[in-house]
């Protein structure tokens, strides 16, 4: 319901704020960085990361109420997240392989979805979903009894093969209502895979791609071409979803013994909190 910005302090931490300045509602993002501030285009008033304005171009008093709202920032995984709500109410999951030993791919699909991120976050839970449509044929039953629940995600483990007879062994989820997260073996190699999703505006998702793959010193040409191939890989499942959200007039309805995880997980988004303390500031 409203612009923000996204600036870095001289040390290079990122941090998210309300994007209009409160002397004038001049939007901040068309101003400058100076001295470790922001300024603003319209009086030169200057504010640091926390929000906080440190000068008014005039030389006037600071007004108590000169403040932008600051969102709890955190950068990971090559991407810059912003949570909505004054503290967060959970931590981004950890791949359990050492950092110093990851290859990354990061970027931003071309395509945006025209629904709200946790539509798209349904097809985790979704378990028919999943074997219909991309056509993973699992190993035994299908996970219900599996699924770790917390009041702010949701994670089972997903074992079978794809529709090339590739063997997978995931553990996937779902963070927030925006995030979701991805680990395990493709055909016996291992890869980490996040999906965070933004909302631009109701009912619209940007989507990113950040793939990890583990760094294999003596085949930089393979560590990379596998590095390639699951971004792709992720890409074609989007892809494989597009036409459906595009169309679809998405409620729960007459839901089967194989929904018993995503009617859970309607039961999650309902009682997840709602929050927007940013609202006088950024609209």
């Given at each position: ?76 995984y ?49 378990m ?17 009894k ?138």
């Amino acid at each position: 319901g409203g612009r923000v910005i996204v600036m870095r302090d001289a040390e290079g931490k990122a941090s998210v704020l309300s994007a209009y300045c409160p002397h004038m509602g001049a939007d901040l993002c068309t101003g400058e960085m100076v001295d470790g501030a922001v300024r603003c285009p319209f009086h030169f008033w200057r504010y640091d990361p926390s929000g906080a304005c440190v000068s008014t171009g005039s030389g006037d008093p600071i007004p108590p109420t000169a403040k932008l709202f600051s969102f709890p920032t955190v950068e990971k995984y090559g991407c810059i997240f912003a949570f909505n709500g004054t503290e967060p109410l959970f931590d981004l999951p950890e791949f359990p392989k050492p950092a110093d030993r990851l290859v990354w791919k990061v970027g931003e699909w071309n395509i945006r979805m025209p629904v709200d991120p946790w539509v798209i976050c349904c097809n985790t839970p979704d378990m028919q979903h999943i074997r219909v449509v991309h056509g993973i044929e699992l190993d035994g039953e299908e996970p219900h009894k599996q699924v770790e629940w917390t009041p702010h995600s949701m994670n089972y483990n997903l074992r079978g093969s794809m529709r090339d007879g590739t063997r997978i062994d995931y553990e996937i989820g779902i963070y927030g209502t925006s995030v979701y997260w991805q680990h395990g073996e493709l055909g016996g190699r291992w890869f980490g895979f996040v999906a965070p999703m933004g909302l631009p505006q109701p009912g619209v998702t940007r989507m990113f791609f950040a793939v990890a793959v583990e760094d294999d010193a003596e085949d930089p040409e393979g560590t990379q071409a596998f590095l390639d191939a699951v971004y792709d890989l992720e890409i074609n499942i989007a892809t494989e979803d597009l036409p459906i959200v595009e169309r679809a007039r998405f409620k729960p309805g007459t839901l089967t013994k194989s929904d018993r995880t995503l009617a859970r997980f309607f039961q999650y988004l309902r009682e997840y909190p709602r929050a927007h303390p940013s609202a006088e500031f950024i609209s």
